[in-house]
Protein backbone atom coordinates (compact mmCIF):
# COMPACT_ATOMS: atom_id res chain seq x y z
CA UNK A 1 0.00 0.00 0.00
CA UNK A 2 1.54 3.33 -0.88
CA UNK A 3 0.17 7.08 0.41
CA UNK A 4 0.04 10.22 -1.60
CA UNK A 5 0.35 13.45 0.45
CA UNK A 6 -0.50 16.37 -1.84
CA UNK A 7 0.53 20.18 -0.39
CA UNK A 8 1.33 23.08 -1.96
CA UNK A 9 -1.84 24.40 -3.17
CA UNK A 10 -3.97 27.57 -2.17
CA UNK A 11 -5.18 31.01 -3.09
CA UNK A 12 -3.57 32.41 -6.58
CA UNK A 13 -4.65 35.54 -8.64
CA UNK A 14 -4.56 34.96 -12.21
CA UNK A 15 -1.48 34.54 -13.84
CA UNK A 16 0.32 33.66 -10.79
CA UNK A 17 2.14 30.17 -10.13
CA UNK A 18 2.07 27.72 -7.08
CA UNK A 19 4.19 24.38 -7.12
CA UNK A 20 2.55 21.28 -6.13
CA UNK A 21 3.89 18.48 -4.05
CA UNK A 22 3.34 15.01 -3.98
CA UNK A 23 5.24 12.92 -0.96
CA UNK A 24 4.57 8.95 -1.09
CA UNK A 25 5.02 6.52 1.40
CA UNK A 26 6.72 4.03 -0.40
CA UNK A 27 8.98 3.57 -3.95
CA UNK A 28 7.36 5.29 -6.96
CA UNK A 29 9.75 2.97 -8.92
CA UNK A 30 7.35 0.76 -9.07
CA UNK A 31 4.77 2.93 -11.76
CA UNK A 32 6.28 3.18 -14.69
CA UNK A 33 3.58 6.24 -15.12
CA UNK A 34 2.42 8.72 -12.16
CA UNK A 35 0.08 11.57 -13.04
CA UNK A 36 -1.69 14.70 -11.53
CA UNK A 37 -5.67 14.92 -11.58
CA UNK A 38 -7.77 18.12 -10.95
CA UNK A 39 -11.38 17.62 -9.73
CA UNK A 40 -13.27 20.60 -10.35
CA UNK A 41 -17.02 21.37 -8.41
CA UNK A 42 -19.46 18.92 -9.87
CA UNK A 43 -17.20 17.22 -12.79
CA UNK A 44 -15.65 14.21 -13.17
CA UNK A 45 -11.50 13.81 -11.77
CA UNK A 46 -9.53 14.05 -14.98
CA UNK A 47 -6.43 13.66 -16.08
CA UNK A 48 -4.06 16.69 -16.74
CA UNK A 49 -0.26 15.89 -16.78
CA UNK A 50 1.73 12.33 -16.87
CA UNK A 51 5.20 11.19 -16.19
CA UNK A 52 7.28 8.07 -16.92
CA UNK A 53 10.09 6.72 -14.47
CA UNK A 54 12.49 8.12 -17.44
CA UNK A 55 11.07 11.52 -17.31
CA UNK A 56 8.48 11.82 -20.43
CA UNK A 57 5.87 14.15 -19.79
CA UNK A 58 2.43 14.19 -21.53
CA UNK A 59 -0.26 17.23 -20.82
CA UNK A 60 -3.38 18.14 -21.72
CA UNK A 61 -3.98 20.78 -24.13
CA UNK A 62 -5.44 23.59 -21.81
CA UNK A 63 -2.47 23.61 -19.64
CA UNK A 64 0.50 22.47 -22.60
CA UNK A 65 2.87 25.65 -22.04
CA UNK A 66 1.88 26.45 -18.74
CA UNK A 67 2.48 23.39 -16.04
CA UNK A 68 5.66 21.32 -15.93
CA UNK A 69 5.17 17.87 -14.17
CA UNK A 70 8.33 16.21 -12.89
CA UNK A 71 9.19 13.25 -10.53
CA UNK A 72 12.56 12.46 -8.07
CA UNK A 73 12.19 9.15 -8.04
CA UNK A 74 15.08 8.94 -5.39
CA UNK A 75 12.82 11.18 -2.77
CA UNK A 76 9.28 9.29 -3.84
CA UNK A 77 8.11 12.51 -4.72
CA UNK A 78 6.32 14.00 -8.05
CA UNK A 79 5.91 17.86 -8.67
CA UNK A 80 3.52 19.80 -10.48
CA UNK A 81 4.43 23.64 -11.10
CA UNK A 82 2.07 25.56 -12.06
CA UNK A 83 2.88 28.96 -13.77
CA UNK A 84 0.30 31.74 -15.92
CA UNK A 85 -2.68 29.99 -13.93
CA UNK A 86 -6.37 30.99 -15.42
CA UNK A 87 -9.58 30.50 -13.13
CA UNK A 88 -10.19 28.10 -14.78
CA UNK A 89 -7.47 25.98 -13.11
CA UNK A 90 -9.73 26.23 -9.82
CA UNK A 91 -9.89 22.69 -8.56
CA UNK A 92 -8.87 19.99 -6.17
CA UNK A 93 -5.03 18.09 -7.17
CA UNK A 94 -4.66 14.68 -6.44
CA UNK A 95 -1.63 12.56 -7.51
CA UNK A 96 -1.47 8.74 -8.23
CA UNK A 97 -0.04 6.16 -10.31
CA UNK A 98 -1.78 6.19 -14.47
CA UNK A 99 -3.77 4.65 -14.43
CA UNK A 100 -5.07 5.28 -10.81
CA UNK A 101 -5.44 2.88 -8.34
CA UNK A 102 -8.66 3.55 -6.25
CA UNK A 103 -6.83 3.21 -2.72
CA UNK A 104 -4.23 5.32 -3.55
CA UNK A 105 -5.85 8.31 -3.57
CA UNK A 106 -4.72 11.54 -0.97
CA UNK A 107 -6.70 13.96 0.49
CA UNK A 108 -5.96 16.23 -2.15
CA UNK A 109 -4.60 19.91 -2.17
CA UNK A 110 -6.80 23.17 -3.02
CA UNK A 111 -5.79 25.45 -5.88
CA UNK A 112 -8.14 28.41 -6.29
CA UNK A 113 -7.75 31.16 -8.78
CA UNK A 114 -9.52 34.24 -8.40
CA UNK A 115 -8.77 38.07 -8.70
Known amino acids: QVHFVESGGGLVQPGGSLRLSCAAS????????MGWYRQAPGEQRKLVAS???????NYVDSVKGRFTISRDNAENTMYLQMNSLKPEDTAAYYC?????????WGQGTQVTVSS
Open 51 to 57: VTSGGRT
Open 26 to 33: GSISRFYV
Open 96 to 104: NSMPEIMGY
